[in-house]
């Protein structure tokens, strides 16, 4: 069960109606949440485009009492990577979308520009997905981003997606996936034996970021946690630094968070770290501030170029050089990917 610092659940006010593909009534993922939330008013559907990309949505409102849609993928089971994101030199560079929209609800969130809903959509032909990723690893080998769109271990025990795909990973020697999150739910795939095709990525931002701008995820103290027992079980971690603010104090504040993650985790067993700038496709910037007021970081005079809003290329460079030199300190200058 997703939840927060507090320890409640992020799903009990959510769910109150789900939605059904008449073509996905028979997916055993379709039981099995429908079974999870029995008391939800059920609404059968013909297509989850009809409810998801309705005009006129509110997708601030709806986040505040989030539905559930379940629906087929019926074609684009991969998608190439973004430029946005760090490939970390791999060329066939991937993602998927087995779940569209994320529990959580960061200020800073591409999702409410990219989307016009704040519901979930969750896609229950899993099998389907594997399926292309097998038809595409007899062509080449793959670097698989599983939880580009979502937080997918926050939701692991509503649907066991990152159990599903460590598995399938598991037999697949040209297949790595990363799995990132802000999750602190690292005991639901606890149990399982890692492995060393899988790479579990844990966003790092600082405290006052997470209470400010990251809304319903847990502290930076309890994903510390939740990363040291990842470690110590044996699994590839990489932290990510992404997206750095600027925000006021901002170099202190990424300087005290990159103390206290290191008094925590042995940097010698991290696999890499990744740092990169706040920036966002320039169209879903100008959706989100044409709806959300409530949030100083979405103001900044941000600089677009290529499509894309960021900081000023100086500013760009002065906040990774920064983000450097502070790792630098812990960690050898070849694992951090700026």
């Known amino acids: 069960m997703p939840s927060n610092e507090s320890g409640k659940s992020?799903?009990?006010n959510h769910f109150s109606h789900i939605y059904i593909e008449n073509q996905a009534l028979d997916y055993a993922d379709t039981r099995r949440l429908l079974n999870r939330f029995p008391n939800a008013v059920r609404v059968f559907i013909r297509d989850y485009k009809d409810v998801f990309n309705r005009p006129h949505q509110r997708f601030q409102f709806q986040k505040r009492s989030m539905n559930l849609i379940l629906a087929l993928k019926k074609d684009n089971f991969l998608?190439?990577?973004?430029?946005?994101?760090?490939?970390?030199?791999?060329?066939?560079?991937?993602?998927?979308?087995?779940?569209?929209n994320c529990v959580y609800n960061?200020?800073?969130?591409?999702?409410?520009?990219m989307y016009p809903s704040a519901n979930v959509v969750v896609f229950v032909n899993n099998d389907d997905f594997i399926a292309e990723t097998k038809r595409q690893l007899a062509v080449h080998p793959m670097y698989l981003c599983i939880s580009y769109d979502t937080d997918l271990l926050a939701f692991e025990n509503v649907v066991p997606f990152c159990a599903r795909w460590i598995e399938f990973a598991r037999h697949q020697s040209d297949l790595k996936i990363e799995l990132r999150t802000k999750s602190s739910n690292y005991k639901a795939i606890a149990h399982l034996t890692p492995s060393c095709n899988v790479i579990l990525a844990w966003t790092v931002s600082p405290q006052e970021i997470i209470e400010k701008y990251e809304k319903e995820t847990p502290a930076l103290a309890r994903r510390l946690e939740a990363i040291g027992s990842a470690i110590e079980d044996g699994w590839n971690v990489r932290l990510c630094f992404d997206p750095v603010l600027r925000v006021d104090r901002w170099q202190s504040m990424y300087a005290a968070c990159v103390d206290q993650t290191f008094s925590s985790i042995p940097a010698d067993k991290l696999t890499d770290i990744s740092v990169g700038v706040f920036r966002m496709n320039a169209d879903y910037l100008s959706r989100i501030t044409k709806q959300r007021t409530n949030s100083d970081i979405?103001?900044?005079?941000?600089?677009?170029?290529n499509g894309t809003a960021s900081y000023s290329p100086k500013e760009r460079?002065?906040?990774?050089?920064?983000?450097?030199?502070?790792?630098?300190?812990?960690?050898?200058?070849?694992?951090?990917?700026?």
């Open 10 to 12: 992020l799903v009990n």
């Open 79 to 100: 998608y190439s990577g973004s430029d946005q994101a760090p490939d970390f030199g791999h060329r066939h560079f991937y993602y998927n979308s087995l779940i569209m």
């Open 106 to 113: 960061c200020d800073y969130c591409y999702l409410q520009g």
């Open 298 to 305: 979405l103001y900044y005079p941000f600089k677009k170029s």
């Open 317 to 338: 460079e002065e906040m990774s050089q920064f983000m450097l030199a502070i790792l630098e300190k812990y960690n050898a200058k070849e694992k951090i990917f700026v």
